[in-house]
């Protein structure tokens, strides 16, 4: 599909129109958080995907339109796109009720992630539920980190995205039509994965917003008025890496390649979550996704391959129509508030120079 000029009006320095953004990675949540995260994620996008990392996790179609139900009542215009958690459990006749029910997703959290007890230790254990989803032609949704190498010993977090690389070359060689989504990626060796994958099949990846801009020092090292330490607010699964593969993530989502969409995998926790002792990892991006976006893409002087990115690749590869509403951001800065419902915002008190124009 060609991106329409139509779309990218008064394209210039201080204002431009693209159509609505899609957000194909994302958590809202359950109980008293769910209304308002879920109104806030939805807000000026044309689809959301939901992870299904509840507790208990989604894990069979009735159980994901269940949770399509309570979420949907939130979103307005914005149509929601739900998951199913794929396990050693998950058999063929799971797959196939959930893709009757409309389910297009199965999510597969290879490595330790927020509400699961341990990471797997091999990938052999979940291909009952792969080979369902390839046959009845069910998205693999996945989180690419080992946390465990072959032999049980832990990897050390840094480099657990560059260790899932050979289970990823294992699942696209053993699965030659199954379709499949690299979620957050953030090292150049994921980069340079998909790009080599991806031209004869259904391969792709989501990039958030936060990856496009940080390093590891954004966790690490990060720098206010009273001097360096650490932000438990922008600690995040994977972990964001080092300045060289952030470039990396930038060239991938900025050149129009239709391999590489977006989705924030914004992750809200109460604030006195994260800002303690084994805090945990997320970040709340819902509030400033495309503003962040724009940012990036002004600075690497790619703001006309922001519509393809954002708003066009994630909906054809999930076979729905991009959307026809369009958004406008003007250059007009505004500070990010501290907090939205008692989670604290990524970019908390800082100035970003886009808005959308209301
Ligand atoms: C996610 C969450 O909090 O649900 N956190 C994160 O850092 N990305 C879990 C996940 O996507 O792994
Ligand atoms: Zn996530």
Same mark, same amino acid.
């Given at each position: ?15 431009? %129109?693209?159509?609505?953004? =899609?957000?194909l990675h ?14 806030? %994620? ?44 794929? %396990? ?12 009757? +029910? ?37 998205? +693999?949704s996945v989180?690419g ?23 990823a ?8 039509? +199954? &379709?499949v989504i690299f979620e957050h990626i953030t090292t150049?060796?994921m980069v340079?994965f998909i790009v080599?994958n991806s031209?004869?099949?259904?391969i792709a990846a989501t990039i958030t917003?936060?990856h ?22 922008? @600690? ?13 993530l930038?060239?991938a989502a900025?050149?129009?390649l239709?391999c590489f969409f977006y989705g ?15 805090? &945990?990892?997320?970040?709340? =991006?819902?509030? %400033? ?13 790619? +703001? ?9 690749f994630g909906?054809?590869f @999930?076979?729905? =129509? ?34 959308? &124009?209301?």
């Amino acid at each position: 599909m060609v991106i329409s000029r139509r779309t990218i009006k008064n394209f210039n320095k201080m204002e431009f %129109t693209i159509r609505k953004p =899609s957000d194909l990675h994302t958590h809202v949540r359950q109980g008293e958080m769910l209304p308002e995260i879920a109104r806030i %994620t939805a807000f000026r996008f044309a689809y959301i995907e939901v992870m299904p990392n509840t507790t208990p996790s989604k894990q069979t179609g009735p159980e994901a339109i269940a949770y399509y139900n309570e979420i949907r009542p939130h979103t307005g215009d914005t149509e929601v796109i739900v998951s199913i958690k794929i %396990t050693p459990e998950t058999t063929e006749e799971i797959v196939e009720e959930a893709v009757r +029910l409309g389910v297009k997703v199965g999510k597969l959290y290879f490595g330790i992630t927020t509400n699961e007890a341990e990471g797997a230790r091999g990938i052999e254990p979940f291909y009952p539920g792969l080979r369902a989803m390839e046959k009845y032609g069910m998205i +693999l949704s996945v989180h690419g980190e080992a946390a465990y190498d072959p032999d049980g010993k832990k990897i050390i977090n840094l480099r657990r995205e560059a260790a899932f690389i050979p289970i990823a070359e294992q699942i696209i060689a053993d699965f030659p039509h +199954l &379709k499949v989504i690299f979620e957050h990626i953030t090292t150049g060796a994921m980069v340079n994965f998909i790009v080599n994958n991806s031209s004869n099949r259904s391969i792709a990846a989501t990039i958030t917003d936060h990856h496009l801009r940080d390093d590891i020092d954004s966790i690490l090292g990060f720098v206010t008025a009273s001097g360096e330490g650490i932000n438990p607010h922008n @600690y995040r699964k994977p972990i964001p890496k080092f300045p060289e593969d952030r470039d990396a993530l930038v060239w991938a989502a900025t050149n129009g390649l239709p391999c590489f969409f977006y989705g924030s995998d914004s992750a809200p926790h109460a604030t006195e979550t994260k800002e303690c002792c084994c805090g &945990k990892p997320g970040v709340f =991006s819902a509030m %400033t996704r495309i503003e962040t976006l724009a940012e990036v893409f002004e600075k690497a002087g790619k +703001l006309n391959k922001l519509e393809g990115f954002a708003s066009i690749f994630g909906p054809l590869f @999930y076979g729905v =129509s991009p959307s026809r509403e369009t958004i406008t951001l003007v250059k007009e800065p505004w500070q990010v508030p501290v907090e939205f419902n008692n989670v604290t915002n990524y970019r908390q008190g800082e100035e970003i120079s886009w808005r959308v &124009k209301e």
